[in-house]
């Protein structure tokens, strides 16, 4: 199966590198099913990336964010370079399924070619966002696309997430929504490369500003200091702007030596916790046998307890990888 | 490797209304699926080369200003150009019996009339996925 996986994959690579977006579309749906075929096309294409600018966004729902990315691949086809999208909205944990909405704000886009946009549901998955998330913002890297951007919606994990994936993380905020909400959401404002506070054509916004600003002053920033761009993403006022911050937060990453070392430790961090994911996998299967539910039922009974049953579960599942390491 | 089937929701053509859609896209959200919905007035290219990027399993036509006719068989014609055939298409709205046959023909596995329930869509669309 291998070989003939890695001939296809080989193809795929050859085919998303000569431009032909629907094999680029087909090898991110085998990304996003975590196929193996898509793996070894990422394999194949890895000395290729690095060279994108990965601009995330995130904020709460219905902030703009979508209007705002629909704008900036405006600025950014202006400028005279090809963008590509990845919209990530909540998958439901009831149905597995999902209702993908980004793209409507981005639709006028649909026939330029220089445009790519793929929406993406969170799905089930440990680590589930960073994960499919992350593979294609390779392919499309790989697929040379100069600027990526990442949209994904500011509730639970998945602000946190955005920083594993992006270069450069974009914290929309909007009026009206009351100081607590969003400023000093824990997290928020440690993320944020460049604060966008978006639908300054309402009321407060202003105030929003301030707000951001008097956060940031307390923070510790010595190389650069996150600044504050006001936006109508319905107009497009502002955006040019934002994008001129955006790439400015880049350039200062490069000439501080950090975007290497940034990204290597986002790369790091990723195959850690696909590695996380494989041993949970492992240990689960291995253990959901009858040794397995015995060990359940003496733990229910008390008869152990959860740390020496930690103890045997690791010592067991060490012995196992020992004997694949052997064969 | 179980993975949800991927829908394009379209509606081509000028009429502004898709509350019929939306509720399609919820239904179709509960039985599972990933559910792209494009909004209104799409051209037949702006549909195709969505559905080719967002790499679905099937596209779903509303069309309700009886353009239907013009407009679904374009959609399949641009499918064709693109090599993207093995995905499903399926119409609904408000479409005479005597077009469908016609509508058939030019590639569009079914059409829903307006008594069809949600289910029964979702059913055919399980049923008949290409791949
Ligand atoms: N007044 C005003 N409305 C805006 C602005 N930007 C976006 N909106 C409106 O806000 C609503 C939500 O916009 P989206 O772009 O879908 O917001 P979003 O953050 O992507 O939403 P989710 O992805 O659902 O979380 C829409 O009705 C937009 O028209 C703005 O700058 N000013
Ligand atoms: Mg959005």
Known sequence: MTTHAKNDSNIWAERVLAGDRRALARVISLLENQEPEGFHTLKTLYPKTGQAHIIGLTGPPGGGKSSLVDRMIQEIRSRGHEVAVV????????????????RIRMQRWASDTGVYIRSMGTRGSLGGLARAVYATVQLLDAASFPYILVETVGVGQSE???????????????????DDVQVSKAGIMEIGDVFAVNKADLPGSQRVVVELQSMLDLGSHDVWQPPVVTTVATTGKGVSELITAIQEHLVVLQEANLLTKQRLAREKEALLQRLTERIRCDITKQWSNKQGNQAWE????????PYTLEEQLYLSWKGVTTVDNQD | MERPIRVLIAKPGLDGHDRGA?????????????????????TPEQIVEAAVQEDVD???LSCLSGAHNHLFPEVTRLLKEKDATDILVV??????????????????????????TTA???EYIKENVKR
């Open chain 2, 58 to 60: 099937t596209i779903g």
């Open chain 2, 120 to 122: 029964t869509a979702i």
């Open chain 2, 91 to 116: 119409g609904g709205g408000i479409i005479p019996e005597e077009d469908i046959p016609k509508l058939k023909e030019a590639g569009i596995s079914e059409i829903f009339t307006p008594g069809t």
């Open chain 1, 298 to 305: 003496n733990l229910a009974a008390k008869k152990t307890d």
């Open chain 1, 160 to 178: 946190v997430d955005i920083v594993q994936v992006a270069d450069t993380v974009v914290v929309v905020s909007v009026p009206g929504l009351g």
């Open chain 1, 87 to 102: 919209a990530v909205d909540p998958t439901s944990p009831f149905t597995g399924g999902a209702i993908l909405g980004d």
């Open chain 2, 22 to 42: 939306k509720v399609l896209a919820r239904a179709m959200r509960d039985a599972g699926m990933e559910v792209i919905y494009t909004g209104l007035r799409q």
